[in-house]
Every structure is written in structure tokens, then in C-alpha cells.
């Protein structure tokens, strides 16, 4: 099985954003990127969608949405300052769908760490700019390989 974490996409800077950042949307280059995930799943079939329900993270799913026809199912595990077992348990739940799941630079490093600690290869270090996904496959709910696919724009 296969399961996709992705950083949300490019959004502009946090610092010239006046009101909550919760509500903070995709840039022109984000929404790009967004569109560029299509590609990075290729051929596989999604089953499930999971993401901050930060509007950033919500707007970069919208084209896997769609390509799927799947809503997308906003969990605040995936939020910024989110507590990392239960985003880490979440993940790995994602197998049964090959499901994608979208979260934000202060979430993905731990989760990352955690899954090399529990088994995963990787093809590099373990980085995560904005609109980058690691394609992780699972085998008997665990994994064993990572493969860092960064942003497209």
C-alpha cells in the first residue's frame, strides 16, 4: 500500500498576512503546485483524503479532489501545532485507501522521524519544502520505503 504526505503548497508569506492565519490561501505558485500533485500520484488510485483544515492545506488538495471525485476530510491532527502521535497514527491509517494526507512544516519533520524510527528507507534527507510529497509504502501496516517528490513550480 501507498501513502502520500504532502506539505501545503506555496501561500505567501505569513508576515503580510493581516487577519487569522488559519485563512491564509494559496498564492498563484501554491495553486500551481497544488495542480502539479495530480502528477505525483500518477496512475494510483486515491481512496481517502486528509488535511489541516487550514485553508491552505484544504486549497491544495482541491485538485486531487477532484481528479478522484473525493471531499476532502479535514482533521485538525494534520493542523499546525498538532500533537504528532495522533497525526502519526492517522498516516499509517491511510494505508487502507492509499489515502493522501496535507499538513504543515512544524508537523511533517516529526513525522518523518518517526516513520524512519519505525522502518522507512529513504532516498535522501528528509526534507519538506512547501508543495513537496513523500510517497511512503507500507507493508503489513509498517513502513519500509520513502521517496521525497518535491514541488513541481
Given amino acids: 500500500m501507498t501513502i502520500f504526505l ?8 505569513r ?8 485563512l491564509r490561501p494559496l498564492s498563484q505558485r501554491g495553486k500551481n503546485q497544488a495542480v502539479g500533485l495530480t502528477k505525483v500520484v500518477g496512475e494510483l488510485v486515491v481512496g481517502r483524503i486528509v488535511s489541516s483544515p487550514y485553508v491552505r492545506c484544504l486549497q491544495t488538495m482541491e485538485p486531487l479532489a477532484e481528479k478522484f471525485k473525493l471531499d476532502v476530510a479535514e482533521s485538525d491532527a ?9 497525526a502519526y497514527q492517522l498516516l499509517l491509517e491511510l494505508d487502507e485507501h492509499d489515502g493522501v494526507a496535507c499538513s504543515h512544516g512544524d508537523l511533517i519533520p516529526t513525522l518523518l522521524r518517526r516513520l524512519v524510527a519505525d522502518g ?16 511512503i509504502e507500507l507493508r503489513n501496516g509498517r513502513p519500509f520505503n520513502g521517496r521525497y517528490v518535491p514541488p513541481s513550480a
Fill in 120 to 135: 522507512m528507507d529513504t532516498d535522501g534527507p528528509l526534507i519538506d519544502q512547501k508543495g513537496s510529497t513523500w510517497i
Fill in 78 to 86: 494534520f493542523a499546525e501545532g498538532a500533537d504528532g502521535a495522533d
Fill in 15 to 22: 508576515s503580510e498576512w493581516t487577519t487569522d492565519d488559519r
Fill in 6 to 13: 504532502t506539505r501545503h503548497a506555496h501561500a505567501g508569506k
